[in-house]
C-alpha cells in the first residue's frame, strides 16, 4: 500500500521555523521525485518545492526561494522541508505529493504527481 505521511506542521510567529517531513512507503523512493505542495483557504493549490531522489535536482516556487530549503533522506524515505523566515502568507495546508520522474518542476501541472498526503497545517501568525 502506498503511502505518504506528513509531519511537523504547527503554528508559528512570523520570522520563526519550522521543518516538515514526509515519509513515504509502498513504491521505490529512488524512482521518484517527491514534491511539497499548499493550499490556502480559498486560494489555489500551488507547488512550493520538490527533490528527485535519484538526482537530487530540486526545484522551488519564487516566493520560497532563499526560506525554505528540501532535502532528501534516502536510507529512510523521507524528505524534509525546512521552512525559515516565515510569513502569514505560507499559512496553508502542506502537502506531499511523489511523482516517478528523475527530473522534477513544481511549475508542471498537478496531474502528474501520482501518489499524495493527507496534508499537515502550517500556520503563521502576525
Known amino acids: 500500500e502506498v503511502q505518504l505521511a506528513e509531519s511537523g506542521g504547527g503554528l508559528v510567529q512570523t520570522g520563526g521555523s519550522l521543518r516538515l517531513s514526509c515519509v513515504v512507503s509502498g513504491f521505490s523512493f529512488d524512482d521518484y521525485a517527491i514534491g511539497w505542495f499548499r493550499q490556502a483557504p480559498g486560494k489555489e493549490r500551488e507547488g512550493v518545492s520538490c527533490?528527485?531522489?535519484?538526482?537530487?535536482?530540486?526545484d522551488y516556487t519564487n516566493s520560497v526561494k532563499g526560506r525554505f530549503t528540501i532535502s532528501s533522506d534516502n536510507a529512510k524515505n523521507t524528505v524534509y522541508l525546512q521552512m525559515n523566515s516565515l510569513k502569514p502568507e505560507d499559512t496553508a495546508v502542506y502537502y506531499c505529493?511523489?511523482?516517478?520522474?528523475?527530473?522534477?518542476?513544481?511549475?508542471?501541472?498537478?496531474?502528474?504527481?501520482?501518489?499524495w498526503g493527507q496534508g499537515t497545517q502550517v500556520t503563521v501568525s502576525s
Open positions: 527533490i528527485s531522489a535519484r538526482t537530487g535536482n530540486t
Open positions: 505529493a511523489a511523482e516517478r520522474t528523475s527530473y522534477c518542476s513544481v511549475h508542471g501541472p498537478f496531474y502528474t504527481w501520482e501518489y
